[in-house]
């Protein structure tokens, strides 16, 4: 018999055919922010079971175990970039050109640029470290297409080549190749190769699960802003000349195979560089850095030495830039590295672990931010009014309404530092800033497009206009990391179980990305014997700019499907002032020819402009609804 007492503290069982459901309260997950959840997986704790765990040690067990196979692969490997390095070393001794000669003595430079990254990877790999070696020579593979290709404009047209650490033209006869070419192809296949065999490894050692335990921060935005910086010196003009036969060019103006060649490396290394420091294990990150930085300087180091070593050439800032941003990858990896090192110990020693490492608050980055933006918009409302160009006594200056738009630009990122700088309401601005940054330089370069066509005149420089429409550019893309690493801190607070995708919202966003493809890539006005440049059609130095607004609004938008309803609203409306920016250039450059109208790329752009503010009131009607538990608006 059953007592009835004995089951008054339980719930009834259930009836024939019924079918019961948990109890969602009992299934209910706790909240959980990412601070929270590092700081568990950062608490020291036993050593982790013998398994196949973290990469690094992976590849140790391999190297140093009964076979050796890994150890053997990577001495071939680096022997092999070691032979690509002599062979490159050796292209100008030999003579890459039949009859011409190097500007200055070269090949010294050139052995110990291609040398460097070899030579670290033995050094690497002589401490046993395995993966970093890898990294040291898959980064620069990464570049070696792009490189393959300016060595084809040789081929093409030696007398539109302006590489004076190989040869430097005596005429405009075009004179045949000599075998210091081939040798220049086989030292870049070999370190292609060689590089694409190290990735292999390093995909093979990283195969299996990753050690879960412990924390790495990982450099993801300071490696993309440095390699972004590195790829814009890259590709500016390398050098000035005197000579009529070396004929400089940055990537817009450069022969085809140069400019595609000099496009593929420029983009190749903000990529490289992200990938690299995103990577599971320190070493890979490490070394992969690094790698990336040696790839830098060995484009940019042989122009800036031949401007310093030859009379007729005079230095630029684009390889100045390169040559700096490749110390700050190079610094970057090396603190990966020692960061992870010191982790490793504090997993050994729990007692050494150091205290953990604190960004700056979210209200120190918010008033940097602020104060970044509004100088960058006081610069670009001041460029205007200011003459873009000096020019020879005597001369009037033309109208230069390539520069009006940055009125428009200027107002926005200043209007929104100011809101960042309020305490009130920096948190629900900072989202706007980190798209509308893009509204600065989008306008700067478009403004020194002119200015630097007009340089090339004899006694013509550019203005302060200029100088203040650069300056307000840089402090921008300042203003607009700061509000990305600000982004970053606000997270760390956030539930992470609570966040999910706003499915109509991504709809949007999907359909932003289309229009946004017309509204920057296709010319905003149509008027007789003008062409306005453009992305796919018109390509020109302003054309960068735009192309920089393609990318940032539908990646804001892609992001914003993902975030709180407050900070999504505040992205698209970002967006949308970007998407006005780019409107606005028709009523303020119209009077440049007569019979302007619209054209395609004004009419994506106001179907754009619609769709960013629907998203905007859709994002913005969620963040008026009760948030749900643990998600802050």
């Given at each position: 018999?059953?007592?009835?007492?004995?089951?008054?503290?339980?719930?009834?069982?259930?009836?024939?055919?019924?079918?019961?459901?948990?109890?969602?309260?009992?299934?209910?997950?706790?909240?959980?922010?990412?601070?929270?959840?590092?700081?568990?997986?950062?608490?020291?704790?036993?050593?982790?079971?013998?398994?196949?765990?973290?990469?690094?040690?992976?590849?140790?067990?391999?190297?140093?175990?009964?076979?050796?196979?890994?150890?053997?692969?990577?001495?071939?490997?680096?022997?092999?970039?070691?032979?690509?390095?002599?062979?490159?070393?050796?292209?100008?001794?030999?003579?890459?050109?039949?009859?011409?000669?190097?500007?200055?003595?070269?090949?010294?430079?050139?052995?110990?640029?291609?040398?460097?990254?070899?030579?670290?990877?033995?050094?690497?790999?002589?401490?046993?470290?395995?993966?970093?070696?890898?990294?040291?020579?898959?980064?620069?593979?990464?570049?070696?297409?792009?490189?393959?290709?300016?060595?084809?404009?040789?081929?093409?047209?030696?007398?539109?080549?302006?590489?004076?650490?190989?040869?430097?033209?005596?005429?405009?006869?075009?004179?045949?190749?000599?075998?210091?070419?081939?040798?220049?192809?086989?030292?870049?296949?070999?370190?292609?190769?060689?590089?694409?065999?190290?990735?292999?490894?390093?995909?093979?050692?990283?195969?299996?699960?990753?050690?879960?335990?412990?924390?790495?921060?990982?450099?993801?935005?300071?490696?993309?802003?440095?390699?972004?910086?590195?790829?814009?010196?890259?590709?500016?003009?390398?050098?000035?000349?005197?000579?009529?036969?070396?004929?400089?060019?940055?990537?817009?103006?450069?022969?085809?195979?140069?400019?595609?060649?000099?496009?593929?490396?420029?983009?190749?290394?903000?990529?490289?560089?992200?990938?690299?420091?995103?990577?599971?294990?320190?070493?890979?990150?490490?070394?992969?850095?690094?790698?990336?930085?040696?790839?830098?300087?060995?484009?940019?180091?042989?122009?800036?030495?031949?401007?310093?070593?030859?009379?007729?050439?005079?230095?630029?800032?684009?390889?100045?830039?390169?040559?700096?941003?490749?110390?700050?990858?190079?610094?970057?990896?090396?603190?990966?590295?020692?960061?992870?090192?010191?982790?490793?110990?504090?997993?050994?020693?729990?007692?050494?672990?150091?205290?953990?490492?604190?960004?700056?608050?979210?209200?120190?980055?918010?008033?940097?931010?602020?104060?970044?933006?509004?100088?960058?918009?006081?610069?670009?409302l001041v460029s205007p009014l200011l003459p873009q160009l000096s020019l020879p006594t005597g001369l009037a200056e033309p109208a230069n309404y390539a520069a009006r738009p940055l009125l428009p630009a200027g107002a926005l990122v200043a209007a929104l530092g100011v809101a960042l700088l309020v305490r009130s309401t920096s948190a629900a601005a900072r989202p706007a800033l980190a798209v509308a940054w893009t509204a600065v330089p989008l306008t700067a370069v478009a403004a020194l497009d002119g200015v630097?066509?007009?340089?090339?005149?004899?006694?013509?420089?550019?203005?302060?206009?200029?100088?203040?429409?650069?300056?307000?550019?840089?402090?921008?893309?300042?203003?607009?990391?700061?509000?990305?690493?600000?982004?970053?801190?606000?997270?760390?607070?956030?539930?992470?179980?609570?966040?999910?995708?706003?499915?109509?919202?991504?709809?949007?966003?999907?359909?932003?990305?289309?229009?946004?493809?017309?509204?920057?890539?296709?010319?905003?006005?149509?008027?007789?014997?003008?062409?306005?440049?453009?992305?796919?059609?018109?390509?020109?130095?302003?054309?960068?700019?735009?192309?920089?607004?393609?990318?940032?609004?539908?990646?804001?938008?892609?992001?914003?499907?993902?975030?709180?309803?407050?900070?999504?609203?505040?992205?698209?409306?970002?967006?949308?002032?970007?998407?006005?920016?780019?409107?606005?250039?028709?009523?303020?450059?119209?009077?440049?020819?007569?019979?302007?109208?619209?054209?395609?790329?004004?009419?994506?752009?106001?179907?754009?402009?619609?769709?960013?503010?629907?998203?905007?009131?859709?994002?913005?009607?969620?963040?008026?609804?009760?948030?749900?538990?643990?998600?802050?608006?």
């Amino acid at each position: 018999m059953t007592s009835r007492r004995s089951n008054q503290g339980s719930s009834p069982g259930p009836a024939p055919g019924e079918r019961r459901f948990p109890d969602q309260r009992q299934e209910q997950r706790r909240p959980v922010t990412r601070r929270q959840r590092d700081r568990l997986r950062s608490r020291p704790g036993p050593p982790p079971p013998a398994r196949a765990g973290r990469a690094g040690a992976v590849a140790r067990e391999a190297t140093a175990g009964g076979n050796g196979e890994n150890a053997s692969a990577f001495r071939a490997l680096i022997a092999l970039a070691a032979l690509g390095a002599v062979s490159s070393a050796l292209a100008p001794l030999v003579g890459v050109v039949s009859g011409l000669e190097p500007g200055f003595a070269s090949w010294p430079l050139l052995a110990v640029l291609a040398l460097l990254p070899p030579a670290l990877a033995a050094g690497f790999l002589a401490r046993g470290r395995e993966l970093a070696a890898a990294g040291v020579l898959a980064a620069p593979a990464a570049l070696v297409p792009g490189r393959l290709l300016l060595d084809a404009q040789i081929v093409a047209d030696p007398t539109r080549t302006a590489r004076p650490e190989l040869f430097v033209p005596t005429s405009l006869v075009p004179p045949g190749t000599a075998p210091g070419w081939g040798l220049l192809l086989v030292g870049q296949l070999a370190v292609g190769v060689a590089g694409l065999l190290a990735l292999r490894l390093v995909l093979r050692a990283t195969a299996s699960p990753a050690d879960a335990t412990g924390r790495r921060e990982r450099p993801l935005t300071p490696a993309l802003c440095v390699g972004g910086f590195a790829a814009a010196g890259l590709a500016l003009s390398p050098f000035a000349s005197d000579n009529a036969f070396l004929w400089p060019q940055s990537l817009v103006d450069a022969p085809a195979w140069t400019a595609v060649g000099g496009l593929l490396v420029a983009l190749a290394v903000p990529l490289t560089a992200a990938v690299t420091a995103g990577a599971d294990d320190p070493e890979v990150a490490e070394g992969g850095l690094l790698g990336v930085a040696f790839g830098v300087a060995g484009v940019a180091a042989p122009p800036l030495v031949a401007a310093l070593a030859m009379p007729a050439v005079h230095v630029l800032p684009g390889p100045v830039i390169a040559l700096v941003a490749a110390v700050a990858l190079g610094a970057l990896g090396r603190a990966t590295g020692r960061a992870a090192g010191r982790s490793a110990s504090a997993r050994r020693d729990p007692s050494s672990a150091p205290g953990e490492v604190v960004l700056p608050g979210a209200a120190r980055l918010h008033a940097l931010a602020g104060g970044l933006a509004l100088a960058s918009g006081l610069a670009a409302l001041v460029s205007p009014l200011l003459p873009q160009l000096s020019l020879p006594t005597g001369l009037a200056e033309p109208a230069n309404y390539a520069a009006r738009p940055l009125l428009p630009a200027g107002a926005l990122v200043a209007a929104l530092g100011v809101a960042l700088l309020v305490r009130s309401t920096s948190a629900a601005a900072r989202p706007a800033l980190a798209v509308a940054w893009t509204a600065v330089p989008l306008t700067a370069v478009a403004a020194l497009d002119g200015v630097l066509t007009a340089t090339d005149l004899p006694g013509v420089r550019a203005g302060f206009g200029a100088w203040a429409a650069g300056l307000a550019a840089l402090l921008a893309v300042a203003a607009g990391c700061c509000a990305a690493l600000a982004g970053g801190v606000e997270r760390d607070d956030v539930d992470l179980t609570a966040l999910s995708v706003h499915r109509p919202l991504l709809v949007v966003a999907v359909l932003v990305s289309v229009l946004a493809l017309g509204a920057f890539g296709l010319p905003l006005t149509d008027a007789p014997g003008y062409a306005a440049p453009g992305v796919w059609t018109q390509f020109r130095a302003a054309s960068w700019g735009l192309l920089l607004g393609l990318l940032a609004v539908p990646t804001a938008m892609i992001v914003a499907a993902r975030s709180r309803p407050a900070r999504a609203a505040a992205l698209a409306l970002g967006a949308s002032g970007l998407v006005c920016v780019r409107l606005l250039e028709l009523p303020l450059t119209a009077g440049r020819v007569d019979d302007v109208g619209p054209a395609a790329g004004f009419w994506c752009g106001l179907a754009c402009l619609a769709l960013l503010l629907t998203g905007a009131a859709m994002a913005g009607s969620g963040a008026r609804r009760s948030p749900r538990r643990g998600v802050t608006r």
